[in-house]
């Protein structure tokens, strides 16, 4: 079955510091993949997305997320975390017909003063 | 960016009840739409999937006659809750698609069965 997994469910960083959210994907194909950020009570709004070529995909917010298809990964990335990074990460992906995404778990990240 | 709008994005009712959340691409035409059911900390798990002047597709478990979902035009898709009751009550987002691979989210409904 076709699924997104993030394996950290919260994680706490310190400001400054530097995040990397990890997320696995099991399909049959490669993907697409996304990133959403969803602040508490709103929606979600995109981070990235990696369709195909360069597999650094850079987005917005300062974040940058790597595909790597030898480990079914896109994990996401951020040199430097700001207070107002905290939030719920999601990561998704969908085959190419449909655009029907499926979500991973989602992990919520916590910024330290 | 794409907009899309959701209304009314918090609504509390009695139970008993229905409610209708309106999704609408403000500034694109959807041909499809999803609504989306979020639990509190939890992820989002798509309910149906909503063309344009067709009926929806369910995804397997979601009640079709709980949740009726009508698309009548290309910028407009609504959710009905029919007969709400407490456990209805969820964080309900909409996406529309503005072809492959181009999702965007409404703000999300809070809808609260007293």
């Known amino acids: 079955a076709q699924s997104v997994t993030q394996p950290d469910i919260h994680i706490t960083v310190s400001e400054g510091a530097s995040l990397e959210l990890r997320c696995n994907y099991s399909?049959?194909?490669?993907?697409?993949l996304f990133w959403y950020v969803q602040s508490p009570g709103q929606g979600l709004q995109l981070l990235l997305k990696?369709?195909?070529?360069?597999?650094l995909v850079q987005g917005i917010k300062g974040f940058e997320a790597e595909f790597k298809r030898s480990q079914s990964s896109f994990n996401l990335r951020k040199p430097s975390v700001h207070w107002s990074d905290a939030a719920e990460y999601f990561c998704?992906?969908?085959?190419?017909?449909?655009?029907?995404?499926?979500f991973g778990g989602g992990t919520r990240v916590l910024v330290k003063p | 960016g794409a907009v899309v709008s959701q209304h009314p994005s918090w609504v509390i009712c009695k139970s008993g009840t229905s409610v209708k959340i309106e999704c609408r691409s403000l500034?694109?035409?959807?041909?499809?739409m999803f609504w989306y059911r979020q639990f509190p900390k939890q992820s989002l798990m798509l309910m149906a999937t909503?063309?344009?002047?067709?009926?929806?597709?369910?995804e397997q478990g979601v009640e079709k006659d709980k949740f009726l979902i009508n698309h009548a035009s290309l910028t407009l898709s609504t959710l009905t809750v029919t007969s709400a009751h407490p456990e209805d009550s969820s964080f309900y987002i909409c996406?529309?698609?503005?072809?492959?691979?181009?999702?965007?989210f409404g703000e999300g409904s809070r809808l609260t069965v007293l």
């Open positions: 909503s063309n344009e002047g067709s009926k929806a597709t369910y």
């Open positions: 996406s529309a698609s503005r072809g492959p691979g181009e999702l965007f």
């Open positions: 500034d694109f035409q959807a041909t499809t």
């Open positions: 990696y369709f195909s070529g360069d597999t």
């Open positions: 998704a992906a969908f085959k190419a017909a449909g655009n029907k995404l499926t």
């Open positions: 399909y049959g194909a490669t993907p697409y």
